[in-house]
């Protein structure tokens, strides 16, 4: 396992999509768990490789081929990560985006991929979804939990503005919101008046069961 999950993350952070392709591909040859290798594996190069992006030592093109190396091998993952997909009743109805001027969707997809496997009903919208087109499709929709992914500290400011947008339109208490994303923080959302936050897959998921049992 160890093994698998280093030759995961070096993928990712060489940006070798090839690399992340035969190793995702061997890993479920072996039955491992796959939210374990997306986790602990891929995500875990992607964050070194934000790390040295930050510190000069990675640049652009770089990040976007680890993006796309990750993205391989999520993609390669998510079916098998589906299929185990407990046998549930509905847990609820979970809408889910990234915010205006954020194209990042990586952790948002993973997000996503995870509470479907937990028998959420989950509709994803998207990348870069301006405050209003969430409200009107929590209008439309419904859902029971609306999820706002920032990955950026000049955008999560979004996640506050959707917060009022839906406060103004009188929507807020007919939802639950929750945040999530590289710069956001449990004191961020509590700061915004969100009802949740999830660091990672898991946690979102856990906090996504909690706000529905009450
Ligand atoms: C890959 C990447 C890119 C790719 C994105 C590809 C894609 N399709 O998503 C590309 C190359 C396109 C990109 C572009 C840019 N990026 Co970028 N990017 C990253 C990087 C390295 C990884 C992000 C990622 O996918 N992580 C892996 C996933 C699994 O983690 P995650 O997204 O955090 O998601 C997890 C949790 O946060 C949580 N979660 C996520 N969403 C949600 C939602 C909810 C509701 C919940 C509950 C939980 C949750 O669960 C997820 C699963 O575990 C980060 C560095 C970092 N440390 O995050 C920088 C980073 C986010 N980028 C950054 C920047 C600056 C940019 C650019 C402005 C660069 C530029 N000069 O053009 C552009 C912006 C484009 C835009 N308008 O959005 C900065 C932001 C700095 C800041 N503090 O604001 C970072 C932090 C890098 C850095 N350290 O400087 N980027």
């Not at 890993?27 to 992607?46: C, F, N, Q, S, Y």
């Not at 992006?53 to 652009?60: N, Q, T, V």
């Not at 993952?77 to 954020?102: C, H, N, Y």
């Not at 439309?140 to 992914?149: A, D, F």
């Amino acid at each position: 396992m160890d093994d698998i999950l280093e030759r995961l993350s070096t993928s990712v952070i060489e940006g070798n999509s090839e690399a992340a392709r035969s190793a995702a591909t061997e890993a479920l040859a072996l039955h491992l768990d796959p939210l374990v290798l997306i986790e602990k594996g891929l995500a875990r190069g992607l964050k070194e490789v934000g790390r040295r992006f930050e510190c000069g030592e990675m640049f652009l093109m770089q990040l976007i081929l680890s993006g796309e190396a990750m993205k391989t091998g999520v993609e390669l993952l998510k079916p098998e990560m589906l299929r185990q997909k407990k046998q549930l009743a509905a847990s609820g109805k979970f809408l889910i985006g990234t915010v205006e001027g954020d194209i990042h969707d990586i952790g948002k997809s993973i997000v996503a991929a995870m509470l479907t496997a937990e028998g959420f009903d989950v509709v994803d919208m998207g990348v870069d979804i301006p405050d209003k087109v969430f409200v009107e499709k929590t209008k439309e929709l419904q859902p029971n939990i609306l999820g706002l992914s920032a990955l950026m500290t000049t955008t999560r400011t979004k996640q506050m503005d959707v917060i009022e947008a839906l406060r103004q339109a009188g929507n807020r208490n007919a939802v639950k919101v929750m945040v999530g994303g590289a710069t956001v923080t449990p004191e961020w959302a509590q700061q915004i008046g969100a009802d949740g936050y999830g660091e990672d897959a898991i946690e979102a998921t856990k906090k996504a069961r909690q706000l529905m049992s009450g």
